[in-house]
């Protein structure tokens, strides 16, 4: 438990240290809000052992909207250590504590799924940070699943493409690309159907024994794998771009799995990214 309690003081250090910063960030509406949760995701991986091996780029196009499957809360550590991004996150995630106060200051879009009156809000609220040159990320599974399958993409809230072109003149279209995040190994192992099982936070888990495993699972190996991006117009058909999304995540998650990169030199540097 020394390690525990190791990682969980040196996380809350880094959040104490840059907690200024970013709330400076977001009153003066500059760079620093996007670049802050940058750095501290690229910090906590560092600190919790998490090593990201790239595949393909992201874009840097905008308005750019990410469509990602979802396997774990460290998801949103892995993503945001390789690129600034704003989160859409259902409700009660910001009733959290600790976590819900984390995910306000990394200005997450709050949707209440069970309520299609509340959709249109979320919606909204999405088209505004794209507008904003934001690069948002949606989990369109609408839930994390085990790590070994890919869910339905949902296309519901993919309409925030169609509220980003009625409501701004100056793009004519909006970029979706697709994001793969594949959990491939744990202490130096591949991680089979069973490890991935446990790696991902999924169902009725509950949250803080499933830190506590990976905290002392030692150093995991996740995939991150960026798709074609592609540009749409008020044209496009939302289930169609959520249909192509998930068809793209799938070949990626699928490339991933059965090729794990696995490279334990990259263990103590911030982490990399290994194009390939």
């Not at 009153?27 to 501290?40: A, D, W």
């Not at 202490?187 to 905290?215: C, E, N, T």
Request: glycine share 8%; charged share 20%.
């Amino acid at each position: 438990m020394i390690r525990v309690a190791l990682l969980t003081t040196t996380v809350l250090l880094l959040t104490l240290l840059l907690l200024p910063f970013q709330l400076a960030g977001i009153l003066s509406n500059s760079r620093l809000q996007r670049i802050v949760p940058n750095l501290f995701h690229r910090a906590v991986a560092a600190v919790l052992g998490i090593r990201i091996h790239q595949v393909g780029q992201p874009s840097d196009d905008r308005p750019l909207l990410i469509l990602s499957n979802h396997v774990s809360w460290l998801d949103i550590i892995v993503i945001t250590a390789v690129r600034p991004v704003v989160f859409v996150a259902k409700q009660e995630v910001a009733g959290w504590p600790f976590f819900g106060w984390l995910a306000k200051l990394q200005r997450t879009v709050f949707i209440e799924r069970e309520r299609r009156h509340k959709t249109g809000e979320a919606t909204r609220e999405m088209a505004s940070r794209l507008r904003g040159g934001d690069a948002v990320v949606l989990f369109a599974e609408g839930t994390s699943s085990d790590g070994n399958r890919i869910l339905p993409f949902r296309s519901a809230l993919v309409g925030a493409v169609h509220h980003t072109l009625g409501d701004e003149t100056h793009h004519s279209s909006v970029t979706v690309q697709p994001l793969s995040v594949a959990y491939t190994g744990v202490g130096g192992v591949p991680s089979g159907r069973a490890l991935r099982d446990k790696l991902a936070w999924y169902g009725d888990m509950d949250l803080v024994p499933h830190m506590l495993g990976i905290f002392l699972s030692g150093a995991v190996d996740v995939t991150v794998s960026w798709g074609e991006p592609v540009a749409y117009d008020m044209s496009a058909d939302r289930k169609r771009i959520a249909r192509d999304a998930e068809a793209s995540v799938r070949r990626m998650t699928a490339a991933a799995l059965r090729q794990p990169a696995l490279e334990p030199e990259l263990g103590d540097a911030v982490p990399a990214a290994v194009v390939s």
